[in-house]
T-cell receptor
Framework: DVKVTQSSRYLVKRTGEKVFLECVQD?????MFWYRQDPGLGLRLIYF???????EKGDIPEGYSVSREKKERFSLILESASTNQTSMYLC????????????FGQGTRLTVV | GNSVTQMEGPVTLSEEAFLTINCTYT??????LFWYVQYPGEGLQLLLK?????DKGSNKGFEATYRKETTSFHLEKGSVQVSDSAVYFC?????????????FGQGTILTVHP
């Protein structure tokens, strides 16, 4: 089975902290994605990576950065966490191209206090 | 770029009722279309897909037909169950680049009562 694993299910961080969310996939997928999910706003794309060291901004990249040093791992970084970044974060991966499905991790519920 | 317009929710039904969630898309060509489902406390998972025009995707009693003449991919189920309560996402065709960048909309929250 394809597996996308996010490092934490729940995180509580303080305002101003640097936060790392890790995601690992085991299917040799080229594409990896980070989304945040908020009530009433649906699923919004933060960043997208289509290859190692390659990234593309999504719809809401402000306040976030990403790192993809290895094909299987895609990290989301909150440079200085703020309370408005409290949210559910979802990682996904897929093969390159528009005809393949995406596989999702279980999500990380981040609370910034 | 490619996009979808998905019926807004929330949708509340009684068990055994008929379900339709509308989804229309804009796209270049005839790319694959997908419905994803998110059960409480979980990530999204693929519910069904159709890879070309006039295809019907089906899974767990759900169906959706890829209709190019109306650019639609509506999700239907003849008799919903309480366990179908979830959020449903129609995924637009990957657009913008050839790499498969995938964006989603708000989703439709479905609640089924006994």
């Amino acid at each position: 089975d394809v597996k996308v694993t996010q490092s934490s299910r729940y995180l509580v961080k303080r305002t101003g902290e640097k936060v790392f969310l890790e995601c690992v996939q085991d299917m040799d997928h080229e594409n990896m994605f980070w989304y945040r999910q908020d009530p009433g706003l649906g699923l919004r794309l933060i960043y997208f990576s289509y290859d190692v060291k390659m990234k593309e901004k999504g719809d809401i990249p402000e306040g976030y950065s990403v790192s993809r040093e290895k094909k299987e791992r895609f990290s989301l970084i909150l440079e200085s966490a703020s309370t408005n970044q409290t949210s559910m974060y979802l990682c996904a991966s897929s093969f390159r191209g528009g005809s393949t499905e995406a596989f999702f991790g279980q999500g990380t519920r981040l609370t910034v206090v | 770029g490619n996009s979808v317009t998905q019926m807004e929710g929330p949708v509340t039904l009684s068990e055994e009722a008929f379900l339709t969630i509308n989804c229309t898309y804009t796209a270049t060509g005839y790319p694959s279309l997908f419905w994803y489902v998110q059960y409480p406390g979980e990530g999204l998972q693929l519910l069904l897909k159709a890879t070309k025009a006039d295809d019907k995707g089906s899974n767990k009693g759900f169906e959706a037909t890829y209709r190019k003449e109306t650019t639609s991919f509506h999700l239907e189920k003849g008799s919903v169950q309480v366990s179908d309560s979830a959020v449903y996402f129609c995924a637009p065709p990957a657009g913008g680049t050839s790499y498969g960048k995938l964006t989603f909309g708000q989703g439709t929250i479905l609640t089924v009562h006994p």
